[in-house]
């Protein structure tokens, strides 16, 4: 798995062109015998018939990552650029990017410290007086290579390192659509859905789209999540620990957790001695949220595996946690303890 994560994590795949992650995720998840499709979205459904028929459950990661967006390019070859998704401005500043199709490599500056006003030392750097250098000396020559709409994505390399860690961009989400790829892999009694959407970044998009088509009876959605174990931060906000197992989550700020299939998760975690954590802090959101509302609305569960400095050029995960977040959803699909939930809904 942790092959098909540096593949996942080093392609580019921001919300609204994702198409380079989504090559790689057709090609493997076609590698499973799932029927594999796109939808008009860019969403891929990956379908697996169960060997009983009966009921439909959909498995959810997303594909896209934050990134940026070309807005201007300036007189001197610069690029100006929006922010897509959510992203710490502080972070910004020297940043290897990659720019377009071609990928064309960049650097994010600013003026240096050395020509500032003292005042200005003082202040936090704001992304629009940040500009992209692609090493071009004027508008014509950044012209031949970027065009004004252009994507561009971190340019980080996945690495493992430390005490059996794994460091990369876009573990938010591309260790859920690793572990939706293993449990493609595997035949089930019951009609199983993996979906691997788009947009999620900028609105949930994707997935309301899929879970409309799809009409699942539930739903579990697999994340990175927030992970705060660092110096300075106090135990209760901690949210998540890595080494400890993947998250269940109770609640965020887009969903609330079915409560009968939070404690059926929660029981197949202890039934076969998988780790796992309660995830302690009502923070950010994930696909669930426009799933759970979608057509007559559908029972829903989010798993995550926590992640430190989401949404950065650098995330840092556990593979210990990743594997163990599969072994819960493996266990949670074949058990089908949430059967019971599903009759009583």
């Known amino acids: 798995m942790v092959e098909v994560l540096k593949r996942l994590t080093e392609a580019a795949g921001v919300s609204g062109n994702e198409n380079?992650?989504?090559?790689?995720?057709?090609?493997?998840?076609?590698?499973?015998?799932?029927?594999?499709?796109?939808?008009?979205?860019?969403?891929?459904?990956?379908?697996?018939?169960?060997?009983?028929?009966?009921?439909?459950?959909?498995?959810?990661?997303h594909m896209d990552e934050v990134g940026f967006l070309i807005s201007g390019i300036l007189d001197n070859g610069m690029l100006k650029f929006k922010t897509i998704g959510s992203i710490d401005q502080r972070l910004l500043l020297s940043k290897r990017v990659l720019v377009?199709?071609?990928?064309?490599?960049?650097?994010?500056?600013?003026?240096?410290?050395?020509?500032?006003?003292?005042?200005?030392?003082?202040?936090?750097?704001?992304?629009?007086?940040m500009y992209m250098d692609i090493g071009t000396s004027?508008?014509?020559d950044t012209e031949e290579l970027v065009e004004i709409g252009d994507y561009?994505?971190?340019?980080?390399?996945?690495?493992?390192?430390?005490?059996?860690?794994?460091?990369?961009?876009?573990?938010?989400d591309r260790v859920g659509c690793g572990i939706l790829l293993e449990l493609l892999k595997n035949t089930y009694d019951f009609d199983m859905v993996a979906c691997f959407s788009v947009q999620e970044e900028i609105g949930l998009r994707g997935a309301e789209v899929a879970a409309w088509h799809v009409e699942p009876d539930l739903a579990v959605s697999l994340e990175g999540t927030t992970?705060?174990?660092?110096?300075?931060?106090?135990?209760?906000m901690q949210t998540t620990r890595q080494g400890k197992g993947p998250a269940i989550s109770f609640m965020d700020n887009s969903s609330i957790s079915d409560r009968g299939l939070f404690r059926r998760m929660v029981e197949t975690a202890?039934?076969?001695?998988?780790?796992?954590?309660?995830?302690?802090?009502?923070?950010?959101?994930?696909?669930?949220?426009?799933?759970?509302?979608?057509?007559?609305?559908?029972?829903t569960l989010v798993v995550s595996v926590p992640c430190r400095y989401i949404?950065?050029?650098?995330?840092?995960?556990?593979?210990?946690?990743?594997?163990?977040?599969?072994?819960?959803?493996?266990?949670?699909?074949?058990?089908?303890?949430?059967?019971?939930?599903?009759?009583?809904?």
């Open 100 to 129: 377009g199709e071609s990928r064309i490599p960049g650097v994010i500056g600013v003026k240096a410290i050395h020509l500032q006003e003292p005042e200005e030392r003082d202040k936090v750097v704001r992304q629009k007086q």
């Open 152 to 172: 561009a994505s971190f340019d980080s390399r996945f690495v493992r390192f430390g005490d059996n860690k794994v460091k990369a961009k876009s573990l938010d």
């Open 227 to 236: 992970c705060a174990d660092i110096p300075d931060v106090p135990d209760h």
């Open 138 to 140: 004027c508008r014509e």
């Open 20 to 61: 380079e992650v989504r090559a790689i995720i057709r090609e493997l998840a076609g590698q499973t015998g799932a029927r594999v499709s796109v939808d008009r979205m860019g969403n891929v459904l990956a379908e697996k018939a169960g060997q009983k028929g009966g009921k439909k459950v959909m498995l959810e990661a």
């Open 270 to 299: 202890e039934s076969h001695s998988i780790p796992y954590q309660i995830k302690e802090n009502v923070a950010g959101g994930n696909d669930a949220g426009s799933i759970q509302k979608s057509r007559g609305g559908v029972p």
């Open 311 to 345: 949404h950065s050029p650098n995330s840092l995960a556990s593979p210990a946690d990743i594997r163990a977040a599969y072994e819960l959803a493996r266990a949670f699909l074949r058990d089908q303890m949430w059967n019971e939930v599903i009759r009583h809904a």
